[in-house]
Each structure stands twice: as structure tokens, then as C-alpha cells.
Nanobody, 125 residues
Framework: QVQLVESGGGLVQAGGSLRLSCAVS????????MGWFRQAPGKEREFVAAISRSAESTNYLDSVKGRFTISRDNAKNTAYLQMNSLKPEDTALYYC??????????????????WGRGTQVTVSS
């Protein structure tokens, strides 16, 4: 069973930055497209960013474009989400996910096969 473990969340002031990491237990992380999703209290989970297996393609939620950057280091079995210029509306539990269904950076959670437990990001105003 593939395990994903997120880290790097925390409390930050508006305008600040955080870098989330997602460590994957599987040695061949290059087999997976990777994604980040988030869920705020009382809201549905939403797509944030995704990256293809070889990092040649990415997708982003419109509201995070230009502020967030997804990346991956297949040699370290880790995916990242660099979050800059954070806003209070970015407050949520952030999940990483891995997809075996092809290389495309999918934007829908139904395309992902494995999920982490999440890391909390709280942005104060």
C-alpha cells in the first residue's frame, strides 16, 4: 500500500509563505501524477495544483496561479507545494494525492488513487 505523508503546514500571517512536502513511500514515485487538494471547514474539497509524472505539465486552481508552485523530486520520492503571498482564504487542510491513471496532471479527485492525511494551513489576517 502506497503511503503519502504531508508536512510543512502551520500558522502564517497574510502575505507569508509556506512550503508543503509530500513524502511517498513508493520508490517509483515517477509512476504517479501528483496533486494537491484542500478542504476548508464547511466546504467541499477542491483541487489546488497538479504535476505530471515527469514534471513537464502542471495545472493550477485559478485563484492560486502566480502564488503557488507545485514541483517534485522523483529521486527523493517527494512532491512539494510552495505557497507565497498567502491569503486568509487559503486556510484549509491540504492533502496530497497520487494518481496511477496516466501522466496527466488531473484536476479532479476521482482520478487519484492514494491520499495523505493532510496538513493544516492557517493564514491570519
Amino acid at each position: 500500500q502506497v503511503q503519502l505523508v504531508e508536512s510543512g503546514g502551520g500558522l502564517v500571517q497574510a502575505g507569508g509563505s509556506l512550503r508543503l512536502s509530500c513524502a511517498v513511500s513508493e520508490r517509483t514515485i515517477s509512476n504517479y501524477a501528483m496533486g494537491w487538494f484542500r478542504q476548508a471547514p464547511g466546504k467541499e474539497r477542491e483541487f489546488v495544483a497538479a504535476i505530471s509524472r515527469s514534471a513537464e505539465s502542471t495545472n493550477y486552481l485559478d485563484s492560486v496561479k502566480g502564488r503557488f508552485t507545485i514541483s517534485r523530486d522523483n529521486a527523493k520520492n517527494t512532491a512539494y507545494l510552495q505557497m507565497n503571498s498567502l491569503k486568509p482564504e487559503d486556510t484549509a487542510l491540504y492533502y496530497c494525492a497520487a494518481s496511477l491513471r496516466g501522466s496527466y496532471p488531473y484536476t479532479t479527485d476521482a482520478r487519484y488513487d492514494y491520499w495523505g492525511r493532510g496538513t493544516q494551513v492557517t493564514v491570519s489576517s
